[in-house]
């Protein structure tokens, strides 16, 4: 059965790559506790190629696989659920789809409100961002710090996306972060397994400098 971390490093893919399942290796290594596979191509055979081979690879180390905005993939390659940004009607559907013990999570932007109808839809994590200008998604809205405080009582595990780097991430572990999302500081990187450990250690040394 499915199960979320308490907390942790939120790793997001960044392909298509040719080297998509060795950074990913070397990201679990580093101290991942969630993985998004996030491809908004059309090459469906790559991408089941690929979602199969990182669920392989996540099972390995007890990470739950998420998909990216596709339930019908998530369901092919067996995995733990998948991650929605558009409507609760969306969510339901995937529900259906899915099952109970799927994992759901929803992108609320910079919407407290938003974040309540999706917990209320049966949203199992919802995420808040960009905190930070990010160069993955140049175009988000900026969410403010403060949104963390303010959701705490949703009941849900809070993911926050948007530019996070072990030098700005503290503050948002701070503010009550249950993951921090990461895109290009972890697949971005020359030493992906590096990246993703000094990410990871802002919550295995809380409040602290990132160690090396």
Same mark, same amino acid.
């Given at each position: ?10 790793? !997001? ?9 060795? #950074? #990913? ?38 990470v739950p696989l998420l998909i990216n905005g596709d339930a019908a993939l998530a369901q092919a390659v067996g995995a733990a659920g998948v991650h929605l940004g558009e ?15 799927? !994992? ?21 994590? #919802? ?12 175009? &988000? /809205?900026? &969410? ?19 530019? !996070? ?20 500081? #972890? ?10 450990? /000094?990410? &990871?250690?802002?919550? /295995? ?8």
């Amino acid at each position: 059965m499915p199960y979320l971390p308490s907390s942790g490093l939120y790793a !997001i893919t960044n392909g298509p790559r040719s080297d998509l399942v060795q #950074v #990913v290796r070397d990201a679990l290594a580093g101290g991942v506790r969630l993985l998004q596979y996030r491809d908004l191509g059309d090459d469906h055979a790559r991408r089941h190629a690929e979602a199969q081979a990182l669920k392989r690879l996540c099972d390995e180390h007890g990470v739950p696989l998420l998909i990216n905005g596709d339930a019908a993939l998530a369901q092919a390659v067996g995995a733990a659920g998948v991650h929605l940004g558009e409507t609760a009607e969306d969510l339901a559907s995937a529900r259906d789809r899915l099952g109970p013990q799927a !994992i759901i999570g929803v992108s609320c932007f910079d919407s407290l409100e938003r974040a309540r109808g999706m917990v209320s839809a049966g949203a199992d994590y #919802v995420s808040f961002g960009a905190f930070f200008p990010s160069s993955t998604l140049p175009r &988000a /809205r900026m &969410a403010p710090l403060e949104l963390l405080r303010q959701s705490a009582a949703l009941g849900v595990p809070r993911v926050a996306i948007g530019g !996070i780097t072990p030098e700005n991430g503290a503050a948002l572990v701070d503010a009550g972060a249950d993951y921090l999302a990461a895109i290009s500081a #972890v697949f971005g990187a020359t030493d992906v397994r590096a990246a993703a450990r /000094r990410l &990871a250690d802002l919550y /295995r040394f809380p409040s602290s400098e990132s160690h090396p």
